[in-house]
C-alpha cells in the first residue's frame, strides 16, 4: 500500500514539475514579428574581374558559355587548349564579336580563311578581339577593351566548332 502511494505522489509532482515548465501567459501573447527587409542581409555581390580564363578541350566545348567584364577597362584574357591534338585536326581559337554580326555569315567566311586561321579578314570590323588558333596544350593571353556595355557573342571559328563552341560576353 505504502508502494503505491509512494508511486502516485511521484507521478502526481512529475506531471505538476513538467506543468510549471512551460511559458506564463505574457510570453504567450506576445507576437512572433517576421524579419524586415532592413535586419535582412543582403546577398554577396558577385564581384566582376576583368581578368578572365577560358578553356577549350578536343570534344570541341568552351569550359564556360558565358564570361562577365567591365566596360571601358582593359580586359586580360587567358585561352587554353587543354585537348592534345594538333592545330590542323582540332585547332581552337576565341573570337569576340562586335553587337550585330551575324554569326553565321561570319562562320562561312571564316571556312576559307584557312591560311589566316580561320579569322577572315574581310571580317575584321566584326572582331572586338581573338586569339590565335591553338593546338593542343597550348595557351594565348589577349589584352583588349569593350567600350560599351552590352551582351556580345564569342566563337571559335576552326570549321565546325562555332556550332558548339559559343558563347555570350557580358559587359557591364
Known sequence: MKKVLS?????????????????????????????????????????????????AHDEMKFDKTELKALA??????????IGTMDKN?????????????????????????????????SESDKIIAHTKLLPGGATDTIEFTVPEKGTYDFICSFPGHAATMRGKFIVE
Do not use: R, W
Not at 513538467?18 to 510570453?27: A, K, M, P, Q, W
Not at 571601358?72 to 587548349?81: D, N, S, V, Y
Not at 550585330?100 to 571556312?111: E, H, M, P, Q, R
Open 72 to 81: 571601358g577597362k582593359p580586359i586580360t584574357l587567358t585561352f587554353a587548349h
Open 7 to 55: 508511486i502516485t505522489a511521484l507521478v502526481a509532482a512529475f506531471a505538476f514539475t513538467l506543468s510549471s515548465c512551460g511559458c506564463d501567459d505574457e510570453t504567450k501573447k506576445q507576437p512572433v514579428t517576421p524579419p524586415t527587409e532592413d535586419m535582412m542581409v543582403p546577398p554577396a555581390a558577385e564581384a566582376i574581374n576583368n581578368t578572365l580564363t577560358l578553356s
Open 89 to 121: 585536326t582540332m585547332g581552337h581559337n576565341f573570337i569576340l564579336l562586335k553587337k550585330g554580326t551575324d554569326i553565321d555569315d561570319f562562320v562561312k567566311k571564316a571556312l576559307t580563311a584557312k591560311d589566316n586561321d580561320y579569322i577572315p579578314k
